[in-house]
């Protein structure tokens, strides 16, 4: 049996067992009009055994969060932060709330520092943290440090087999999209490792888990083994780590079951360059000598000794290319076997959405699951919901989870007066909930930032919809704005432009208050430089309208915020802005554009001042 041995945190089996098929009662979905294929994994690898676990953690959710708690807390126990809180050894829900405080990551900064500096002492876990991660870090402005351990590694496999039981499970869910044995084009990128100045490495999460032993037999075992070795994974160089991965998609062209990446941002950007790369490929391919671009000797050797000679693909490939209108349906064409495109699509991925099914063409978009540098949190189990209705079922062995729930409407940022917060299976469909997490890698009722809302449950586990970062990103005095309020803004912004065939590449946002009064600024990436004064005089107005906030439009009546402001930049712009962050320490697969620049980001705001194409600004409230 070739299997990597996971350990089930309350009291379940291994889904390597045989496992007895399950029959679920579900309503019956539409079956996918391809011919159904004969499901098969690695031996030993049972999908049903997956979902029967699943079913059986989410059936009595709350006492497996009770169980939970009492695990975290029982192996944590020496901890000196739970020490100081005088929990003395109780681990009932009751006593942890009322010992243990809400906190933020600044709130942790002193204790995570003291390991990054080496002090190995029982500080935040009872067993020694093993390595830290960077989170993105771009709401901030900077990476964060977060604990990481064996643990995380071990729910993330849960993770994805979970979510990929329910992809796979043609038999007991009569839908869905079985793939069999094969390869994924994975566009997925290790980022830097740095040695911490007590020893321990730092690098981001999704690293950390591309460098677990574990890794690699679950993509084996879900039927997900990347097409590009190890070499092009962790390559220092993400450009040259892109260029070999289209490549070696190209070169298993045949096997590819699902093209992936953690984050589509990555998906858009691995297509944007096949667009300007694909005759290179396909030279490569006809000649069987790799790019003299790929520098890197390890690369080179890896890549080379999958290279041969193949006029037959490189034609294949170049004719296909050739005929695809603006690169229209650009996947099934040249991945004729693949069944779907795959990674995280909701949040601040959205935006992405049109041009990602653009690339896609007759493909379905599957939107993956949900989590954080700091722990997961719940897994994809519809994955014929399209991504913008896409829901998170929460796994509740993986951590202990809290809700704080939120006032909507006029009050959407205010914590509802006295608001507790309240337990998994508390919470109620359609509320909103800042989420707060406790981990095995020692966060104690951590407020993730993010908000939730609930959109129905399976068995007793919420299955949550992500909302956006609770942060407000626009505000000057008694306005609140939301990263999800821009992203409705530019969506109007983008039906404008896409009249005259114009589309938005990437955006940001700032507040300028060295004007008085202070005033917003969308920044814009257009496909093309060249657009009519008079269209984007029209945009900005439209961005200005989109902004419905009572706080703002009041404020913008009154002229006690100033006229909304359109910055145009160039071509490139957001690339720079990635290269900034992935100098940083950030990674590729980790990658979100930040949807808003504080003036304390000073290197990303200046990238943005000095490519500036034209400003404009809003008439919309003139008269
Ligand atoms: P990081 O730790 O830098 O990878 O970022 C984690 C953050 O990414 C989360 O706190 C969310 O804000 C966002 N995120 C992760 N998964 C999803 C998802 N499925 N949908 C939307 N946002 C997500």
Not at 280 to 295: A, N, P, V
Not at 366 to 393: C, K, L, R
Request: glycine share 6%.
């Amino acid at each position: 049996m070739e299997s990597c041995e996971i350990a089930y945190s309350v009291g379940f089996g291994s889904p390597f067992e045989g496992g007895s098929s399950l029959t679920l009662e579900r309503e019956s979905l539409p079956v996918p009009d391809r011919a159904p294929e004969k499901f098969e994994t690695v031996k030993g690898f049972s999908v049903d055994r997956v979902i029967e676990e699943f079913e059986s953690l989410s059936k009595d959710a709350e006492e497996v969060q009770r169980e939970t708690l009492e695990k975290i807390l029982e192996e944590n126990g020496a901890a000196e932060y739970l020490q100081r809180l005088g929990l003395a050894g109780r681990t009932d829900p009751q006593s942890f709330k009322s010992c243990v405080p809400l906190v933020t990551h600044k709130d942790l900064e002193p204790y995570i520092q003291r390991i990054i500096d080496g002090d190995a002492s029982p500080i935040l876990t009872g067993k020694p943290i093993t390595s830290i991660s960077l989170s993105s870090g771009t709401t901030q402005g900077k990476p964060k440090f977060v604990p990481f351990n064996e643990e995380l590694v071990q729910f993330t496999m849960q993770i994805y087999r979970t979510s990929f039981a329910y992809r796979n499970s043609y038999v007991t869910f009569n839908r869905a999209y079985p793939i069999g044995n094969g390869k994924a084009l994975q566009f997925i990128y290790g980022s830097k490792q740095f040695e911490m100045k007590g020893g321990l490495m730092a690098t981001t999460a999704t690293t950390n888990v591309y460098r677990s032993e574990q890794f690699k037999h679950t993509m084996k075992d879900i039927c997900s083994q990347c097409c590009s070795p190890d070499e092009v994974i962790f390559s220092p160089d993400y450009h040259q780590s892109l260029y070999c991965h289209l490549l070696c998609g190209l070169i298993f062209a045949e096997e590819v079951q699902f093209v992936f990446s953690t984050f589509a941002h990555s998906i858009i950007h691995a297509f944007r360059t096949f667009e300007l790369v694909w005759e290179e490929l396909c030279h490569d391919i006809r000649e069987g000598e790799l790019s003299h671009r790929i520098t890197i000797p390890s690369i080179r050797a890896a890549v080379s000794r999958l290279l041969r000679p193949n006029p037959q693909l490189a034609d294949n490939i170049y004719s296909k290319c050739s005929r695809l209108s603006g690169w229209y349906g650009v996947i099934p064409e040249i991945w004729p076997n693949a069944k779907y495109v795959y990674g995280i699509m909701t949040g601040s991925m959205e935006p992405y959405l049109n041009k990602l099914r653009h690339y896609a063409g007759c493909l379905p978009l599957m939107s993956a699951d949900y989590g954080a540098s700091e722990g997961w949190i719940g897994a994809n189990i519809d994955p014929e919901v399209p991504p913008e209705s896409a829901t998170f079922a929460v796994l509740p062995n993986i951590g202990y989870f809290e809700f704080i729930p939120l006032k909507k409407g006029a009050e959407l940022q205010q914590k509802c007066e006295s608001a507790e917060p309240i337990g998994l299976t508390e919470v109620k469909i359609g509320e909103e909930y800042e989420i707060i997490i406790t981990t095995f890698a020692g966060l104690y009722r951590y407020k993730l930032g993010d908000v939730v809302k609930v959109a129905g449950f399976h068995n007793s586990t919420p299955k949550l919809q992500f909302v956006r970062r609770e942060s407000l990103i626009l505000t000057i005095n008694i306005d609140k704005n939301t990263e999800k309020d821009l992203q409705l803004a530019i969506e109007e912004a983008g039906m404008l432009l896409a009249d005259e065939k114009l589309e938005i590449f990437d955006f940001t946002s700032h507040v300028d208050m060295s004007t008085e009064p202070g005033h917003y600024v969308i920044f814009l990436e257009l496909s093309g430089d060249i657009a009519k004064e008079e269209l984007l005089s029209n945009c900005c107005n439209c961005l200005d309208l989109a902004f419905v906030d009572a706080g703002y439009v009041g404020s913008r009546k009154v002229r006690a915020i100033g006229p909304l402001e359109l910055r145009v930049v160039h071509r490139g712009t957001f690339h720079k802005i990635m290269d900034h962050y992935l100098n940083l320490g950030s990674a590729m697969s980790q990658y979100k554009t930040p949807r808003c620049v504080n003036l304390s980001n000073s290197s990303v705001l200046q990238i943005l001042n000095s490519n500036v194409l034209g400003s404009y600004f809003s008439t919309a409230y003139n008269c």
